[in-house]
T-cell receptor, first 116, second 109 residues
Framework: NAGVMQNPRHLVRRRGQEARLRCSPM?????VYWYRQLPEEGLKFMVY????????ESGMPKERFSAEFPKEGPSILRIQQVVRGDSAAYFC??????????????FGEGSRLTVL | GQQLNQSPQSMFIQEGEDVSMNCTSS?????WLWYKQDPGEGPVLLIA?????ELTSNGRLTAQFGITRKDSFLNISASIPSDVGIYFC?????????FGAGTILRVKS
């Protein structure tokens, strides 16, 4: 039973390039969350998606960042025109849908973005 | 926004010692969770708490959901070397989890 799969694990981009991070949730999970973690800090919520719907994007920067979770395929976090401050670990998490377990997020191993 | 204050920031443990850490907030949360993160890995869920006053154990780990719903603690009994890592508390607020800044557990040499 595969866990949350993220790729790439490591990504290096130059300033101004685009970064695309992918996440496949656990089997049977239809809810995906993206979090960002800076070195030696906690995780900061970015966006919560269900299939074909963005439910809550209150943690997402208004510019350059976008996320999707299409009907088929993985969820994608896209960062356009990356800047050095975007360097961080980006974690995807998934959960099944019932009220009690909504807090039980299962995390992937993260994608570490380095912007040169 | 909602903030969780986690303490201590870091601590050294000697094998066999009991460890205690806690998390407080000025906001009420309906669910408290504790996660552990090893270097280069994603956080792994340790314990989830759903009711105020709830005390839950998972092996050597025990966590409690404070009566006021504004705090939680995690205890690790008889620590072992593989307990080192970063421990995060998290509170559920609406659709999302809010995380504390973490407590780093290191081994005393």
């Amino acid at each position: 039973n595969a866990g949350v799969m993220q790729n790439p694990r490591h990504l290096v981009r130059r300033r101004g390039q685009e970064a695309r991070l992918r996440c496949s949730p656990m089997k049977g999970h239809s809810h995906v969350y993206w979090y960002r973690q800076l070195p030696e800090e906690g995780l900061k919520f970015m966006v919560y998606l269900q299939k074909e719907n963005i439910i809550d994007e209150s943690g997402m920067p208004k510019e350059r960042f976008s996320a999707e979770f299409p009907k088929e395929g993985p969820s994608i976090l896209r960062i356009q025109q990356v800047v050095r401050g975007d360097s961080a670990a980006y974690f995807c998490a998934s959960s099944p849908r019932d009220d009690r377990s909504i807090g039980e997020l299962f995390f992937g191993e993260g994608s570490r973005l380095t912007v040169l | 926004g909602q903030q969780l204050n986690q303490s201590p920031q870091s601590m050294f443990i000697q094998e066999g010692e009991d460890v205690s850490m806690n998390c407080t907030s000025s906001s009420i949360f309906n669910t408290w969770l504790w996660y552990k993160q090893d270097p280069g890995e994603g956080p792994v869920l340790l314990i989830a708490l759903y009711k105020a006053g709830e005390l839950t154990s998972n092996g050597r780990l025990t966590a409690q959901f404070g009566i006021t719903r504004k705090d939680s603690f995690l205890n690790i009994s008889a620590s072992i070397p593989s307990d080192v890592g970063i421990y995060f508390c998290a509170g559920r607020y609406g659709n999302k989890l809010v995380f504390g800044a973490g407590t780093i557990l290191r081994v005393k040499s």
